[in-house]
């Protein structure tokens, strides 16, 4: 019976011990208006779940619109999926390191809007600065904290 829980307990440390660190952009995150630009309420997602893996697996989701995106964040476009359909609509997302995703929306290969996400505060909290398609100058910024 010893040897059972030696072997067991020694099986469970290797195993957290080689398990990847969960990327901090895992979890739920909901708008915070206060700290967004002021009007953004209107267009800004009321909140997005992540799942990103090591191996640039994403998931990325924004329940409020039913939206499911699967793919890699690794530049290429993945089919946007909603509740409700929208033909075409496309997300791609590059990471940039562990702390900042880019992504472009198009429709139908044309670019609609982009945008780069960066943590802040420890991972508590991401900033979104994005902008019509090629139109910087138009920027507007928006800030989810982690639930």
């Known amino acids: 019976m010893g040897r059972f829980l030696t072997t067991t307990l020694l099986l469970a440390s290797l195993a957290s011990a080689t398990t990847p ?6 979890g739920t995150w909901l708008l915070d208006v206060g700290r967004s630009t002021p009007g953004i309420k209107d267009q800004a997602a009321e909140g997005y779940r992540f799942t ?3 191996d640039g697996q994403i998931k990325w989701e924004i329940p409020s619109l039913g ?3 699967t793919g890699k964040t690794d ?4 089919e946007i999926h909603r509740t409700k359909p929208s033909p075409g609509l496309t997300l791609s997302v590059t990471a940039e390191g562990p702390e900042v995703l880019i992504y472009k929306v198009a429709r139908n290969g044309k ?5 780069r996400m960066t943590l802040v505060e420890n991972g508590k909290a991401w900033v979104d600065i994005s902008w019509p398609a090629g139109q910087p100058q138009y920027a507007g910024e928006v800030v989810y904290v982690k639930q």
């Open 21 to 26: 660190a969960e990327s901090p952009w895992t």
């Open 52 to 54: 990103l893996q090591s």
């Open 67 to 69: 939206e499911v995106v």
């Open 75 to 78: 530049g290429v476009p993945m």
């Open 111 to 115: 670019p609609q809007g982009e945008g």
